[in-house]
């Protein structure tokens, strides 16, 4: 299940996850774009990101 968490002056939500039996917790970020949306997964504490798409890429 996913909760809100905030949403910034842009738009942009940050949703997240129960914490995981490993002590984790799956962060989800959200950025409204012309056409759809800009998105990416991040496991914290590791901050380890994933399913990036739209501006967030390196």
Same mark, same amino acid.
């Given at each position: 299940?996913?909760y809100?968490?905030?949403?910034?002056?842009? #738009? +942009?939500?940050?949703?997240? !996850?129960?914490?995981?039996?490993?002590?984790?917790?799956?962060? $989800?970020? #959200? +950025?409204?774009?012309?056409? !759809?949306?800009?998105?990416?997964?991040?496991?914290?504490?590791? $901050?380890?990101?994933?399913?990036?798409?739209?501006?967030?890429?390196?």
């Open positions: 299940m996913k809100p968490y905030m949403t910034l002056p842009d #738009e +942009t939500e940050i949703t997240h !996850g129960d914490m995981r039996d490993d002590g984790t917790v799956l962060v $989800y970020i #959200e +950025t409204p774009v012309d056409g !759809g949306f800009s998105s990416a997964y991040c496991v914290l504490p590791s $901050y380890e990101c994933s399913r990036i798409q739209g501006i967030y890429k390196g």
